[in-house]
């Protein structure tokens, strides 16, 4: 007669296909959003950080004191890149501009004029209308050019106007042989024609005396 091995009998239920917790996807994103506005604030708020210096320099201070050390910037170099961002889209990188739209700046006899008291006007104040003649050729100027004679971000500074008109004047690349424009220069037009709100047309600044 065999006898039954008694067997250990649990009452316990048994977990039959248990899963791990699921972590729910609302509570993803909430933590994605909150680390990414940490960052956000650490980034603009945090010490050494600032929109205007980036990798090697770590603060303004730096960045002054390599300045301070430097001297100024050359205002063919400050000119080149200012040209590159503000006037190259119409009047081209090898300034021919467009033509009967956007005037030539090479060779100009606007740009070439002994003073540059009428450029510094249109690029303080923009410039637009029919009547324009450049180089013996008309230019319908439908496109009023932008004035930047706001502040900056908005504008350009003296130094920047100063630059860009005296490396478009003195680009001998491009035929042009004027003599350089100072931020002094600049600034005595500018509040000399604070007042001027619109932009000018061909007339008015043809009735500008270039040296006043």
């Known amino acids: 007669?065999?006898?039954?091995?008694?067997?250990?009998?649990?009452?316990?239920?048994?977990?039959?296909?248990?899963?791990?917790?699921?972590?729910?996807?609302?509570?993803?994103?909430?933590?994605?959003?909150?680390?990414?506005?940490g960052a956000v604030y650490f980034d603009e708020r945090g010490g050494w950080f600032s929109?205007?210096?980036?990798?090697?320099?770590?603060?303004?201070?730096?960045l002054n004191t390599i300045a301070a050390m430097q001297g100024p910037p050359?205002?063919?170099?400050?000119?080149?890149?200012?040209?590159?961002?503000?006037?190259?889209?119409?009047?081209q990188g090898n300034a021919m501009g467009t033509p009967g739209t956007f005037p030539p700046l090479a060779g100009s006899d606007w740009v070439?004029?002994?003073?540059?008291?009428?450029?510094?006007r249109i690029v303080l104040h923009g410039f637009g209308g029919p009547g324009l003649v450049?180089?013996?050729?008309?230019?319908?100027?439908?496109?009023?050019?932008?004035?930047?004679?706001?502040?900056p971000p908005v504008g350009?500074?003296?130094?920047?106007?100063?630059?860009?008109?005296?490396?478009?004047?003195?680009?001998?690349?491009?035929?042009?042989h004027a003599a350089p424009v100072t931020p002094e220069q600049v600034k005595a037009i500018r509040d000399k024609t604070s007042s001027h709100s619109q932009s000018y047309t061909?007339?008015?600044i043809m009735s500008v005396n270039p040296g006043d």
């Not at 450049?134 to 502040?151: D, L, N």
Request: proline share 8%.
């Open 74 to 91: 050359d205002p063919r170099v400050l000119g080149a890149q200012v040209y590159g961002r503000t006037c190259i889209a119409c009047h």
């Open 202 to 204: 061909p007339a008015e």
């Open 134 to 151: 450049v180089k013996g050729q008309p230019f319908s100027t439908a496109s009023v050019m932008t004035a930047f004679g706001s502040p």
């Open 1 to 37: 007669m065999k006898s039954s091995t008694n067997q250990p009998v649990s009452n316990a239920p048994q977990d039959v296909g248990a899963k791990d917790p699921v972590v729910p996807v609302w509570l993803i994103i909430v933590c994605f959003l909150l680390l990414y506005w």
């Open 112 to 120: 070439n004029e002994k003073e540059a008291g009428r450029m510094i």
């Open 156 to 176: 350009l500074t003296d130094e920047e106007i100063a630059a860009v008109i005296t490396y478009v004047r003195g680009n001998t690349e491009w035929g042009n």
């Open 51 to 62: 929109t205007q210096v980036y990798t090697p320099y770590v603060s303004t201070e730096q």
